[in-house]
């Protein structure tokens, strides 16, 4: 007896809106307006710890959504990011425009200490499902799973207060 087989296809989307709103949550977005903003909470920090923060947070989304089927519009979120990094520094030192930003720290604002993920790297980036070990069972605590890999090293990142996956708690 054959049995036929149906080849199913399982389509991952990342919640754009849900994440667009916890940036907006934590500084990074417009209350309002779909735009990014300088985040004034991290205008105390030096210019490599800025970059730092906006380089976790970069690095956490693209490593956890870059299987989603819309990681068009996450590598949108990735470039709103940037120009919020780029904002704040402008804030920061009390430039007159992003053209003076760019020309102190270049296109992918680099300091001695630190470098933002630059815009080649964003758009290079491959849509795959990148979930490290592959003997690891796979569960909901993935996403921390990577957050605990970049403090192993020597990164800082608090901007997750809980799993964007939707029904995960």
């Known amino acids: 007896e054959l049995i036929s ?6 389509r991952v ?13 934590k500084g990074y977005f417009h209350p309002i307006k779909d735009r990014p903003l300088s985040n004034s909470n991290l205008v105390n920090n030096s210019d490599a710890e800025i970059i ?4 976790n947070i970069i690095y956490s989304i693209l490593k956890w959504f870059s ?12 470039k709103a990011l940037r120009k919020s990094c780029a904002l704040t520094l402008k804030l920061k030192h009390r430039y007159r425009s992003l053209h003076q930003v760019f020309s102190v720290y270049g296109l ?29 069972k796979m569960n909901h605590n993935n996403l921390w799973y990577l957050i605990e890999k ?16 939707k029904g995960c708690n």
């Open 5 to 10: 087989s149906k080849l199913v296809i399982i």
């Open 67 to 78: 299987g989603a089927a819309n990681f068009k519009g996450i590598k949108g979120i990735v």
């Open 150 to 165: 970049a403090r192993v090293c020597n990164y800082s990142l608090s901007f997750f207060s809980s799993c964007l996956v």
């Open 52 to 55: 730092i923060k906006y380089n």
């Open 108 to 136: 992918d604002i680099k300091t001695n200490e630190a470098a933002l993920y630059s815009i080649n790297n964003v758009y290079n980036c491959k849509k795959r499902f990148n979930f490290g070990n592959t003997q690891k």
């Open 13 to 25: 989307s990342a919640n754009i809106k849900k994440i667009v709103r916890k940036l907006r949550i």
